[in-house]
């Protein structure tokens, strides 16, 4: 007969217990450290990322199809500790049938009280750097998470053209992001299918892979991917 698939649960039980706060003592299945894991995964339009700051900080979605994990969950993963560091990949499709990836050392998110802000290394890939941009002043490194209802942007106003932008999260269709001023990366806009995916101001952008001019990407991924930096020895 058919084998039921092993659905990994976690790294460890400390990790199974920050990502499921209400899980019982009892048998799981874990993926020790070193193993890549999605925190978010975008596909199609089945699964709306225009959230307020509340979803964006739970999660939401179906963590085995399109979903975002929550940035609370993701500065649990991130924050290190007894030297363990975390590198962040984002793999991006497009609709010709090419594939691109852009790899982070060393990221993890500030506090929650510090807006979940970016924090990411050395840059890797064939993406190129949209984290820190196409030109200067939009670095992304360093700026807090937003949303429609909570913006940590540097806009006030960012000018393009003969449009004042106050809030990136809304030029984006609703979806959170670390907006600069506004930046060449936003991974959470509105989704569009073939035909319909160049010129919207609200995508899946890239501008580093795909640009200047608007191309929404057809399917985004982004993972973590935590490693030991030191060796760990009790006397």
């Not at 978010?40 to 959230?51: H, Q, W, Y």
């Not at 049938?97 to 510090?114: I, Q």
Request: with cysteine; glycine share 14%; hydrophobic share 30%.
């Amino acid at each position: 007969g058919q084998k039921t698939p092993l659905v990994v649960q976690g790294t460890d039980c400390t990790q199974i217990k920050t990502l499921s706060p209400q899980a019982t003592s009892g048998v799981y299945v874990i993926q020790p450290a070193g193993v890549t894991s999605p925190f978010k995964r975008r596909t199609g339009a089945e699964v709306l990322f225009n959230r307020k700051w509340a979803k964006y900080e739970q999660g939401f979605g179906n963590l085995q199809k399109d979903h975002w994990l929550g940035l609370s969950k993701v500065f649990a993963l991130t924050k290190g500790g007894m030297g363990l560091r975390s590198t962040m990949r984002v793999d991006l499709w497009d609709f010709e049938g090419g594939t691109a990836f852009a790899e982070y050392s060393d990221f993890r998110l500030g506090t929650e009280n510090e807006a979940y802000y970016l924090n990411v290394g050395a840059y890797r890939g064939n993406a190129g750097d949209a984290i820190r941009g196409n030109y200067t002043g939009i670095d992304q490194n360093g700026f807090g998470f937003s949303t429609t209802d909570k913006d940590n942007d540097g806009c006030s106003p960012c000018i393009f053209g003969d449009i004042a932008e106050n809030t990136c999260s809304f030029s984006e269709g609703g979806g959170g992001w670390w907006y600069s001023r506004c930046g060449s990366a936003s991974l959470n806009g509105d989704w569009h299918p073939a035909g319909e995916h160049n010129g919207w101001a609200s995508g899946l952008h890239w501008e580093t892979w795909k640009g200047p001019a608007p191309y929404s990407a057809r399917a985004s991924r982004m993972m973590i991917k935590s490693v030991w930096k030191k060796i760990i020895t009790a006397n």
